[in-house]
């Protein structure tokens, strides 16, 4: 039995792509807030799995099989330590289990292949992002990756608490005190410089290897309008609504796993539309036999791919033959691992993030040199 809070590493994806006699996917949303319930959710697609193998014929050996490992999660302390996701992946030889924040898409599949799209796209899509919560009586900052909840950040400096403190004008916090302090003129004064030195916190508080991550600012006017002018950090700023005062831990969070789709749509758009300038070269793929053979020669540097894609059947890695069949593995999810393997990058994305004239589904391919 095996239970992990992380994604799975491209070498665990690569060996749970192999065929097994009969495999089990689970895709179940779950909530630490409601504990029975979600056990009850991924005991019910358990069972639906089990009704869907013996209609088609499955062995009593392998069913009781099955069971068996099913049986040692249900019984496990794993239920205390939810996230929005869990991915259960069983077979006559394999039982893996992921507790996640990413929120899939329910989803239960028997076969001989697991279905990994979108543990896939979980796994190669950026879940990282920081968060500021402002008001003129205290900042916060926040940090949430694709396997840990938003929490609030330790700072590691010495920085302004609020208004007052930013401007050396008292100790009190009161709601009301920078209101009374000069008139509307000497307020606006006020919350600007506050807004700078918050700006100048937060540059230095936030790690410098990782500015793709975006920023999540919560505030209200104008302290919103203030910060957004003083933000030096160059990372890309997301306006999230809610009084900064009022969020928890929660909030923050679910603000920013809602917002982050968004943001990764904006950076996959603008990649389309840069690799569309390769089309006249030669060095973009769009159809899936062409992706399909770059892959296996090493030549794909970007794939964009539908992960919603139903296109089912076999790659041969060596040739890069594509069949196709009913039975067969999400072959767009191999396809992407095939690249990831290689050294390239893969963005599994839905059909309305893609706005990009450069797209045609199911997937477009960026080559590192044209294919004869």
């Known amino acids: 039995m095996s239970e992990q809070n992380v994604h799975p590493s491209l070498e665990q994806l690569l060996d749970l792509a192999r065929p097994h006699e009969t495999a089990v996917t689970i895709y179940a949303s779950t909530s630490p807030e409601d504990r029975d319930k979600s056990k009850l959710v991924v005991k019910a697609a358990f069972d639906e799995a089990i009704r869907e193998l013996r209609v088609g014929g499955v062995s009593r050996s392998t069913e009781e099989e099955l069971r068996r490992r099913w049986a040692q999660y249900e019984d496990s302390l794993l239920w205390g330590k939810l996230s929005s996701s869990i991915v259960l992946l069983l077979a006559d030889d394999v039982d893996e289990l992921f507790v996640l924040p990413n929120r899939f898409e ?12 979108q543990l896939v796209r979980a796994a190669t899509t950026p879940q990282e992002a920081f968060g500021l919560t402002l008001s003129q009586n205290g900042w916060n900052l926040w940090h949430g990756t694709a396997t840990r909840r ?6 590691a400096g010495e920085h302004p608490t609020d208004v007052a403190d930013a401007t050396n004008r008292a100790t009190v916090r009161d709601r009301g005190y920078v209101g009374r302090l000069v008139g509307d003129e000497g307020r606006t004064v006020l919350l600007e410089t506050y807004a700078s030195r918050v700006a100048e916190s937060v540059v230095s508080e936030l790690p410098a290897g990782n500015g793709s991550a975006p920023l999540f600012v919560f505030a209200t006017s104008p302290l919103l309008e203030l910060y957004l002018s003083a933000d030096r950090t160059g990372r890309t700023l997301v306006v999230s609504e809610g009084s900064p005062d009022a969020l928890g831990a929660h909030d923050v969070d679910a603000a920013m796993r809602a917002g982050l789709p968004t943001v990764n749509a904006d950076v996959i758009n603008d990649r389309l539309d840069r690799l569309g300038d390769g089309i006249a070269h030669g060095t973009v793929a769009r159809d899936l036999a062409d992706i399909a053979k770059a892959a296996s020669l090493g030549a794909v540097e970007t794939l964009i791919y539908d992960v919603t894609s139903d296109v089912t059947g076999e790659v041969d890695l060596v040739t890069g033959a594509l069949s196709y069949s009913d039975d067969g593995y999400h072959v767009l999810s191999r396809l992407a691992l095939q690249v990831l393997d290689t050294g390239g990058q893969v963005f599994a994305v839905r059909p309305e993030e893609i706005r990009s004239a450069t797209w045609i589904a199911p997937a477009v391919a960026g080559l590192r040199f044209a294919l004869a």
């Open 150 to 155: 938003a929490e609030e950040m330790v700072l």
């Open 106 to 117: 329910d989803r239960v599949q028997v076969g001989t292949y697991f279905d990994l799209s």
